[in-house]
C-alpha cells in the first residue's frame, strides 16, 4: 500500500499529481520539494502538497513512493540528492516523457532500489505551480515503462495509483514508449516550434501580420510552441534516436507533397488530406479529443 | 447601397455569410445556389438564404453583391456560369484563401465587371451547409484585395458589408496577402496534413496506437488536417509559389534544429523555444486565441 508519496518538482505536471491525490487519494500523505524557493512558496500557498520541504531529502523520507517531475535532463542530479535517504522498499518514479534515457539515468544513480518509469500523457502549454490541476490526468493516459524483472506487485502498486488519480494505465517497453511518443508528441512539437520561429523571422512578412492572421491556422501552433522550454530541450536532447528518425520520416514526406505542389499534382494531395480528415474522426471517437467545432472556442 | 446578396456556394464559408446577413444584416435580401442538390436541400432547410434557386443565374439576378464560395480552382467556371445575367454595376467577390489566382481567374472569366477579391481568415475544421454558423467572422479579419483601379465607393461598400457581419476589415495587395496566408495558414496547414499522413503509415507503431496517444500534441494536427480536402488541394495548387517560398524558409529552419539536436546544441533549441513561447503571448494579448489553457479543453 502507498502511504506517503514525496513529488519532486512542483511544476505542471507535480503540482497536478499533488492536487489528484488531495482529491482523490487524500489518505496518502503528501511531501513535496522544489529547487527553486519562488515555487516552493507558491506550492505552500497553492496545497500542492502537505508538507512542502526545505531539502528533496526530507521530501523523501519515509515515502514509499517518489515521483520525479523534473525535466528529463535533471533526473539524475534530482536522483542521486537523495539516494542515501530513500527507504529502501521505495518505489522510485517519474513523468518525463522519454523512459530509455529517464531508465538509465535513475538505475544509474540508484542502482538498489526499484525504479519503474512513467509517463502520464497529459499536459497544457502551461507551466509551474500555479498551472497544476487535480483533473489533468482524467481519462489520460498513463504509460508504465518497467524493466523486464521489475517487482510485478510494486509495478501493479504503481498503476493503482495512476488508476486513483483518474488516468488509465498501459505498460510499455520503454524503447517502444520512445518511438510512439516521438511521433505523437515530440515531433508535432518540433514542428509547431520550426514554424512558430520560422513566421517571426520573415523580412516580408511583419510578426504583427503574422499575429494578426493567426486564426487560419498558425494560432494553433502557437499554443504547443509555448511549452516549456527546458523541458522540451531535454525531451529532444534525450530521445534523439527516435526524434530522428521520425523526423526523417516527417521530411519524406513533406519532400513528397512539395514535388506534388511544384508539379500540380492535384490527386495526390487530395487523397492525402482525405485520409487524414479520416483519423481526426478516429481521434474524436476514441475520447482522445473533443468533437466540438475548432476545439470549442468561443465563436 | 446593397441590398441583395447572392453566394453561390453553400458550405461552411457561404452558409455562415448567410445566417450572419440573417442575424446581422436583416434588410439585405439573400439568395443561394450550391451545385450540389443535396446541399441545396440542406440550405433550403437551414434557412442559409432566403431564396434557394436551381441556378446560379437565377440566385444573381438583381444582385448587387455576389460573393462566390467555392473552392478556388472551381472559382472561374462558377464565374463564367453567371456570366451572362449579372447586374452591370454589381460587386463580385469571393472568399477563397488564395488571391492572385482568384483576382486573375475572376478577370478573365468577368473582364467587364468590378471585381474585389476577399478573404475572411475565419472557419473550422469542419465543412458543407451544416457547419456555417452567424458568428463565424465576429471579431475576425476579413482581407480585402482590390486592384489599384477598383472603384472606391464599391470597395468601400463591401468593407461596409463586412463590417456588418461582425468583421475587422484590411486592404491588402494581394500579393502579399498571398505570402502572409502561406506563413500563417497554408504551412501550418501542409505541415499537419503531413504529419498526420506521416503518423499513421508507419509500420513500427500502430495507427490505434498513434490515436491512442494523441493528447501529447498529435491531436492538435488532426484537428487542422481535418480540413476540407478540395479546399486546400485548391489553395496549395493556387498559390503555388509562394507555399513553396516559405515551405523553403521552414525546411531550412527544420535542418538547423535537426543539427542542433543531433549535435546535442541545447542551447539553440532552448533560445528557439523561448522565443516561440513569446509569440503565443501576443497572440492571446490580441485577442487571436483565447488565453485559457489547452484552447479551454474539458479536463
Redesign the interface.
Known amino acids: 500500500m502507498i502511504r506517503k508519496v514525496a513529488i519532486i518538482g512542483l511544476g505542471l505536471l507535480g503540482g497536478s499529481i499533488g492536487l489528484a491525490i488531495r482529491e482523490h487519494a487524500p489518505n496518502i500523505a503528501t511531501a513535496g520539494f522544489d529547487a527553486d524557493p519562488e515555487v516552493r512558496r507558491k506550492a505552500q500557498t497553492l496545497g500542492l502538497a502537505q508538507h512542502i520541504t526545505h531539502s528533496s531529502v526530507e521530501a523523501v523520507r519515509d515515502a514509499d513512493l517518489v515521483i520525479l517531475c523534473v525535466p528529463v535532463?535533471a533526473m539524475e542530479a534530482a536522483a542521486l540528492d537523495i539516494a542515501d535517504a530513500l527507504r529502501p522498499d521505495a518505489i522510485i518514479s517519474d513523468v518525463g516523457?522519454s523512459k530509455q534515457s529517464v531508465a538509465e539515468a535513475l538505475s544509474k544513480a540508484l542502482p538498489n532500489h526499484t525504479i519503474i518509469p512513467a509517463h502520464p500523457?497529459?499536459?497544457?502549454?502551461?507551466s509551474g505551480p500555479e498551472?497544476g490541476?487535480a483533473?489533468?490526468f482524467?481519462n489520460?493516459?498513463c504509460?508504465l515503462t518497467p524493466h523486464g524483472d521489475a517487482d510485478a506487485a510494486k509495478v501493479a502498486l504503481l498503476s493503482d495509483f495512476w488508476t486513483q488519480l483518474g488516468a488509465r494505465v498501459?505498460l510499455m517497453d520503454a524503447e517502444?514508449h520512445d518511438?510512439?511518443?516521438a511521433?505523437?508528441?515530440?515531433?508535432?512539437?518540433?514542428?509547431?516550434?520550426?514554424?512558430?520561429?520560422?513566421?517571426?523571422?520573415?523580412e516580408?512578412?511583419t510578426?504583427s501580420?503574422?499575429?494578426?492572421?493567426?486564426?487560419?491556422?498558425?494560432?494553433?501552433?502557437?499554443?504547443?510552441?509555448?511549452?516549456?522550454?527546458?523541458m522540451?530541450?531535454?525531451v529532444?536532447?534525450n530521445n534523439?534516436s527516435a526524434?530522428?528518425e521520425?523526423?526523417g520520416?516527417?521530411?519524406e514526406?513533406?519532400t513528397a507533397?512539395?514535388r506534388a505542389?511544384?508539379s500540380?499534382d492535384?490527386d495526390t494531395?487530395?487523397d492525402?488530406?482525405?485520409?487524414?480528415?479520416a483519423?481526426?474522426?478516429?481521434?474524436v471517437d476514441?475520447g482522445?479529443?473533443?468533437a466540438a467545432?475548432?476545439?470549442?472556442?468561443?465563436?
Chains 1, 2 share one sequence.
Open positions: 535532463g516523457s500523457v497529459a499536459g497544457t502549454e502551461q498551472a490541476f483533473s489533468l482524467a489520460r493516459w504509460i498501459e517502444h518511438l510512439v511518443l511521433v505523437t508528441s515530440h515531433i508535432p512539437h518540433l514542428i509547431a516550434f520550426t514554424i512558430v520561429g520560422t513566421a517571426s523571422d520573415l516580408e512578412v510578426r501580420e503574422v499575429i494578426k492572421y493567426s486564426a487560419g491556422g498558425f494560432r494553433d501552433f502557437t499554443r504547443i510552441a509555448a511549452s516549456d522550454p527546458v522540451w530541450r531535454d529532444f536532447l534523439k526524434v530522428l521520425m523526423l520520416r516527417f521530411t514526406d513533406l507533397l512539395q505542389i511544384r500540380g492535384g494531395l487530395h492525402l488530406f482525405s485520409r487524414t480528415r483519423i481526426r474522426r478516429e481521434v476514441q482522445q479529443d473533443d467545432p475548432d476545439f470549442g472556442r468561443d465563436h
